[in-house]
């Protein structure tokens, strides 16, 4: 499933210069302890590799196929400044694979006597805090609203970047560190915050990301042959992890539009192209040094025939019959233009759904719908025992800024209940 074979593998980790003051350490947003792991790499001990790696990463298996180490890890490797940078992420998606391939590492179930924790969400955050404080001691239950776990990993990112086989055993692994995951399980429809308290959890962790997309105001936007990405790309992925048969949104032969330059976008236009779209157009409204894309994204999807359209506005929207579109008006960098078009993918954002903040009382949201949080203990919310972090309090990021926030949360958890036993003892 990697790329490397084993000595490919071992060779570039010898590559590697040990730096007193390792560079590749400080790009890491989770401060991977990149040059010890590719240390026992380079001596053939894959399975120390993966201990080390253990130690900061839940999902390394995901990091090593969709973080942008050009702009982290590997962007910062020293080698890179004269030559070639060491390729981390590669390495890092070996090291997972080979170990779960060869059943090498088995971490024993921790003893749960901290405390009860419920995680709304099972994104990278989620899954984050449950290994996390499972690993600390603290019983973990995941309540997750779709019927699978894995937020964006599972429904966000295709197929061809991240096989959902990969997400499900990296899902197993944080499971038999004895998380539960409930799934078919919306907070704020089925049960509310207050209910969760109710069931004698000590602290709630809100990873719900931000699953509410934006549009675009302008006239003819409803129409059914406009859609979102999120949703296009959930359908495909539903239908790659056997679970839908639904038609794609994207036919063989169709002109697709998709409007916006991020992850998303990226994403579905490179997706349309699978589905046998005869002609894939991005639409932005700014120029390329402005695109959210990481750059090999970019570079990936013009290889695959993906046309780009800079300073771009849609202004206009006209359909035909059914679900089909006529054409759109653009202005492109002040020039009005017609496009005939049969679908256009909207990838323009998202931000938080209000379910939860909306069926309880005291979660203060700020005026665009993110979860206000604090520092002491990091990542409480304006409720006490209720956390959150991620994307719902961060804004759309990325995997690893999640990953990020949430081991912070994890600790600021674990200090809040420690802090809240203690108190209870003394009374
Ligand atoms: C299409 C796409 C491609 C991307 N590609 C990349 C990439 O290549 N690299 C990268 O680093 N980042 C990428 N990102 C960004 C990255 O995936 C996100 O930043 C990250 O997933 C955020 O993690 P999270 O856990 O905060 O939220 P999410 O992953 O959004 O997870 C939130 C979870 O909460 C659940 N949930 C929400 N509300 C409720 C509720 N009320 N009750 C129960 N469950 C609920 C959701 O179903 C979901 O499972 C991409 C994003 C998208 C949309
Ligand atoms: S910066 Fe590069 S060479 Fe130095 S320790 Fe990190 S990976 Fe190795």
Redesign the pocket.
């Known amino acids: 499933m990697s790329d490397y074979t084993l000595s490919e593998a071992v060779r570039e980790a010898q590559r590697c210069l040990h730096c007193k003051m390792p560079a590749c350490r400080k790009g890491c947003p989770i401060a991977n302890d990149i040059p010890d792991w590719i240390g026992e790499l380079a001596k053939g001990n894959f399975g120390n590799a993966m201990k080390i790696i253990n130690t900061r990463s839940n999902l390394p298996a995901v990091c090593g196929r969709?973080?942008?180490h050009e702009r982290q890890c590997e962007g910062s490797c020293v080698l890179g400044k004269k030559g070639e940078a060491i390729h981390i992420g590669k390495l890092e998606r070996f090291v997972a694979d080979f170990d779960w391939e060869a059943g090498l590492s088995h971490e024993a179930i921790p003893e749960k006597n901290r405390g009860h924790v419920a995680v709304?969400?099972?994104?990278?955050?989620?899954l984050t805090i449950a290994g996390d404080l499972s690993r600390e001691g603290f019983a973990v239950d995941i309540?997750?609203?779709?019927q699978e776990?894995?937020?964006?990993?599972?429904?966000?990112?295709p197929e061809y970047?991240l096989p959902k086989e990969v997400v499900r055993r990296e899902i197993k692994k944080i499971e038999n560190l004895g998380v539960n995951i409930h799934t078919n399980?919306?907070?704020?429809?089925d049960l509310n915050v207050d209910q969760l308290f109710a069931r004698g959890y000590d602290a709630i962790f809100m990873?719900?990301?931000?699953?509410r997309p934006k549009s675009l105001p302008i006239e003819g936007i409803d129409h059914p042959g406009v859609f979102q990405?999120?949703d296009f790309?959930r359908q495909v992925n539903l239908e790659h992890a056997g679970l839908s048969e639904e038609e794609p949104a994207v036919r063989p032969g169709d002109r697709v539009g998709v409007v916006g330059c991020g992850?998303?976008a990226m994403?579905a236009a490179r997706t349309a192209v699978r589905m046998g779209a005869s002609e894939v157009t991005v639409l932005y409204h700014r120029t390329i040094d402005r695109m959210a894309a990481l750059r090999s994204e970019y570079d990936d999807a013009v290889a695959e025939g993906v046309r780009f359209i800079w300073k771009a506005s849609v202004t206009k929207v006209i359909g035909a019959e059914g679900d089909r579109l006529d054409h759109v008006e653009l202005d492109v960098d002040g020039e009005k233009r017609v496009m005939p078009l049969d679908r256009l993918i909207l990838a323009v954002g998202?931000a938080p759904?209000t379910?939860?903040v909306s069926s309880t009382t005291g979660i203060e949201v700020d005026e665009k719908g993110y979860v206000v949080t604090r520092e002491f203990p990091y990542g409480m919310s304006t409720r006490s025992g209720v956390f959150a972090?991620?994307?719902?309090t961060n804004r759309?990021?990325?995997?690893?800024?999640?990953m990020r926030d949430a081991k912070l949360v994890a600790e600021g958890i674990a200090r809040y209940i420690d802090a809240v036993k203690l108190m209870d003892s003394i009374k």
């Open positions: 969709v973080c942008g709304i969400g099972s994104g990278p955050a989620g309540y997750e609203m779709e776990p894995g937020g964006v990993l599972m429904f966000g990112i970047r399980v919306t907070v704020g429809t990873g719900t990301g931000t699953g990405a999120t790309l992850n998303s994403d998202s759904a379910r939860i972090g991620g994307d719902v759309p990021a990325t995997v690893v800024h999640a």
